[in-house]
């Protein structure tokens, strides 16, 4: 059982940190071609993380315990990208806003988790 719960989380996560690299990958592309506030990027960037949540979690978390299973996908996904991108810049700077960032991941996992897991599937 904590097993399955641990796979699920883990594929979920990873398939989150995919996503949101793809996202910032096609967010340079549109930033290249066209002017962007730098005010926009951090916005931008929020919305990539919560929906590369909710994708992940809708693709791999089935069974029980969506909430939990969710509310760690968030967490994880979120630090885990925090990883990527701070060894990407050179720059491990950790204060506030990552923790909101945690929690807005936790919660955005959550909800996640609970849709996912009481979806039928075909």
């Known amino acids: 059982m904590i097993k399955d719960i641990f796979i699920q989380v883990s594929k979920a996560a990873c398939a989150s940190v995919v996503f949101?690299?793809?996202?910032?990958?096609?967010?340079a592309g549109i930033m290249g071609l066209f002017p962007v506030s730098p005010q926009v990027i951090k916005p931008v960037n929020q919305v990539f993380k919560i929906l590369s949540i909710v994708f992940g979690g809708?693709?791999?978390?089935?069974?029980e315990r969506g909430l939990l299973k969710?509310?760690?996908?968030?967490?994880?996904?979120?630090?885990?990208?925090?990883?990527?991108?701070?060894?990407?810049?050179?720059?491990?700077?950790?204060?506030?806003?990552?923790?909101?960032?945690?929690i807005i991941g936790a919660f955005a996992g959550a909800i996640t988790g609970v849709i996912a897991v009481n979806l039928?599937?075909?």
Do not use: D, N
């Open 20 to 27: 949101v690299l793809v996202y910032s990958l096609i967010f």
């Open 58 to 63: 809708m693709l791999f978390l089935r069974g």
């Open 70 to 102: 969710g509310a760690v996908l968030g967490i994880s996904a979120v630090i885990q990208t925090w990883l990527l991108f701070s060894t990407i810049a050179c720059s491990f700077s950790i204060g506030w806003t990552l923790l909101l960032e945690i």
């Open 120 to 122: 039928k599937r075909a």
